[in-house]
């Protein structure tokens, strides 16, 4: 099968499942939608059910005094989001906004289109519900400019660790029964577990030959080195937010769900109070409601800044330029960051058996994963390597790089030629703090109209060079023991930008680079803590409005955000809970 072949079947995939969503099977297992009445009244409106949307609606609705209402875009997630195997089929689908970035100029040739897709959830649960399922923490170092900007020790790792433990349900027994408990929790509603499969102990190894620590465990103590990677899935089944924090809850009756609902504006009062939320429901019915104590935004990090600016709250100029009202003047939408990535394959083991029956409850192939820094000033991983050993499969190139990294038909093409009767190891290379910055801005005053990204991707020059640095450290484990013995190779895709040069060096890599980066979907910092927010999340100059989403994040932490998103979500339920009288108690 040809890469074109691979990347049609796909889509036919996500059109079988499709129809089966329509049976609305999972139904079930999550509230049932909300009936609301124009100009109702709750205490607090969530707009977004995403990863910290479900929990904070999850926590404040434990007050049993509190009225919560979430409304979501989306609708109940499908089978295939609950079921962990099937996650490469949630993107680019019905429960995706399908947003689009600008076209750079300084990336992107190795891609279908020159524009990145940014996938985005629109479903209940948000990204926990169609992400990859990594639960990472990042590393203490990485908040010391959390804390900083927001002026507020509070954001520093050791007064978030709590909040990464309460959120936490830990099950792997391998962990529990370690010296590392002391950084899991178990009574929360996040399961997460370890594969820990036989094929990855020779990969470790090899690592280690090259000097990298092996960790037992990359959320304790140290988190530099080579790993196995914990996920959230527990009891076989994907922990998204919609289940693990909404449909849990679903017989609280002082929790509204309102599904298939965009909120279009933040509605204020003469004493810039936000008093509530306008909203077009499923039958496009423009609808008022009421909040009482506190708007909460968390509609992710393209959308939370949209609604804002909608509102009136962002940069000034822009926001005249499309004759909207400034209700406060803030750098919305500015300091967008992202991680770029970019995949690497090698030629692993000889192999002409079939690939053994991939197993439902867990991800697809065996994985390692990588914290690695070369500037020993740092205190944290400069990128992230994870690393997957796929299994010769004589039918075509990984769906991987057809359809979710969406390179070009004849990469994919030269990948599989490349790989025939060998298995791969196929790497996805993490550039984590780049210093390119983007920009996400309103591309009309009509809320159904997406905005414009502008990645910023290598827009500083420095995050070329230090990706092309990091490409080189890599690559050497071709040269370890257990690759030699399999006579290891990187694999030449054969990059027409890229024939100028010689294979390995290091204008070739820096073309490599440039070629293949893309985005790996962790966008954050459009409203960022300290500048849009203050240490207790509230909106500046304006009251009774909040944001708490990976858009407060003010810089990227050294691993992937999920867990990092719902940290904030629970932080937020306690300064809320707080400010309203309850000592962050309910009973
Ligand atoms: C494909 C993919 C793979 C990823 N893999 C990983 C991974 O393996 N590990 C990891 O840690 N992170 C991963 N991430 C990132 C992680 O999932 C996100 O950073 C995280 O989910 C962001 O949470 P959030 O609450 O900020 O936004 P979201 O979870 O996106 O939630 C925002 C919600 O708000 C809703 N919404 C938006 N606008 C409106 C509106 N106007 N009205 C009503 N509702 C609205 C949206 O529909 C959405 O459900 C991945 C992301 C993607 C897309
Ligand atoms: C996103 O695009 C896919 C593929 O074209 C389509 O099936 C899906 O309906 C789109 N999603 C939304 C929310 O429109
Ligand atoms: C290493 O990091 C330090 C501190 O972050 C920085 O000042 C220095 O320029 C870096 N060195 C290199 C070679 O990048
Ligand atoms: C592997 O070792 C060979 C021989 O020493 C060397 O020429 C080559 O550059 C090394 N490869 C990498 C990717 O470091
Ligand atoms: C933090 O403190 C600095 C200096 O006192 C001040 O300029 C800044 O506005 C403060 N930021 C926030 C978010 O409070």
Redesign the pocket.
């Known amino acids: 099968m040809d890469s074109a072949v691979v990347f049609e079947n796909a889509v036919r995939i996500q059109q079988a499942l499709s129809v089966i969503g329509t049976l609305m099977l999972t139904a079930y297992l999550f509230p049932r939608q909300a009936t609301v009445e124009d100009f109702e009244e709750y205490d607090f409106i969530i707009?977004?059910?995403?990863?910290?949307?479900?929990?904070i609606a999850d926590r404040l609705s434990e007050c049993s005094q509190f009225k919560v209402l979430v409304?979501?875009?989306?609708g109940d997630p499908p089978m295939e989001s609950l079921v962990p195997v099937l996650?490469p089929y949630?993107?680019n689908s019905q429960y995706?906004?399908n947003i689009t970035s600008v076209i750079e100029p300084n990336a992107g040739n190795g891609r279908k289109t020159k524009e990145f897709n940014?996938?985005?959830?629109?479903?209940?649960?948000?990204?926990?519900?169609?992400?990859?399922?990594?639960?990472?923490r990042g590393c203490p170092g990485d908040y010391y400019p959390w804390a900083r900007l927001s002026n507020d020790s509070n954001w520093a790792y050791a007064n978030n660790l709590p909040y990464f433990i309460k959120s936490e349900r830990m099950v792997s027994e391998e962990i529990l029964q370690s010296p590392y408990r002391l950084y899991h929790g178990t009574k929360g509603f996040l399961g997460i577990t370890r594969e820990n499969r036989p094929e990855t102990k020779k990969y470790l190894q090899a690592f280690e030959e090259l000097g990298y620590d092996i960790l037992f465990d990359v959320n304790g103590k140290q988190s530099l080195g080579y790993t196995l990677q914990l996920?959230?899935i527990a009891e076989g089944i994907r922990q998204t937010?919609a289940y693990t924090n909404l449909g849990a809850n679903k017989h609280r009756n002082n929790l509204y769900v309102l599904k298939r609902?965009?909120?279009?504006q933040i509605l204020f009062d003469e004493n810039n109070n936000a008093i509530g939320?306008k909203?077009l429901t499923q039958d496009s019915k423009s609808i008022t409601l009421k909040a009482k104590r506190e708007v909460i935004v968390?509609?992710?990090?393209?959308?939370?800044p949209?609604?804002l600016m909608l509102s009136g709250i962002g940069p000034k100029e822009h926001l005249e330029s499309h004759n909207i009202k400034v209700m406060s003047a803030l750098p919305v939408g500015l300091n967008y960051q992202d991680h770029w990535l970019l995949q690497l394959s090698f030629k692993m083991e000889k192999s002409e058996l079939p690939a053994n029956p991939i197993k439902s409850y867990q991800t697809p192939f065996p994985v390692v994963t990588g914290y690695v820094k070369l500037n020993k000033t740092k205190s944290c991983a400069e990128y992230q390597t994870v690393n997957t050993i796929v299994p010769n499969d004589p039918e075509g190139p990984p769906l991987s790089c057809t359809f979710?990294f969406r390179y070009k038909d004849n990469i994919c093409q030269n990948l599989y030629e490349a790989s025939k009767g060998r298995n791969t190891m196929e790497t996805a290379l993490i550039l984590l703090h780049p210093k390119s910055r983007g920009q996400i801005t309103l591309r009309s005053s009509n809320?159904l109209d997406p905005p414009n990204v502008f990645t910023g991707i290598f827009s500083d020059k420095r995050d070329l060079e230090d990706y092309t640095s990091y490409v080189e450290d890599f690559v050497k484990v071709v040269n370890t023991t257990y690759f030699k013995s399999v006579q290891s190779e990187i694999i030449d895709l054969k990059l027409p930008e890229c024939t100028d040069w010689t294979f390995g060096s290091r204008e070739y890599w820096r073309c490599y680079v440039q070629t293949m980066a893309t985005t790996?979907?962790?966008?954050?910092g459009t409203a960022s803590l300290g500048s849009v927010v203050d240490s207790k999340l509230r909106v500046l100059n304006v009251n009774r409005l909040r944001v708490?989403?990976?858009?407060v994040m003010p810089s990227q932490t050294s691993?992937?955000?999920?867990?990092?998103?719902?940290m904030?979500?629970e932080k937020l339920a306690d300064f809320v809970k707080q400010e309203h009288g309850l000592h962050g108690q309910c009973s």
């Open positions: 707009v977004g059910g995403g990863s910290a949307g479900s929990v409304i979501e875009a989306g996650y949630l993107s995706d906004w940014l996938v985005c959830a629109r479903v209940l649960g948000g990204g926990s519900s169609i992400n990859y399922m990594m639960y990472v996920n959230t937010t609902t965009v909120v279009t939320v909203a968390s509609s992710g990090s393209i959308n939370t949209k609604l979710n809320p790996s979907l962790h966008f954050i708490a989403d990976a858009s691993g992937n955000p999920n867990a990092v998103v719902i904030i979500a």
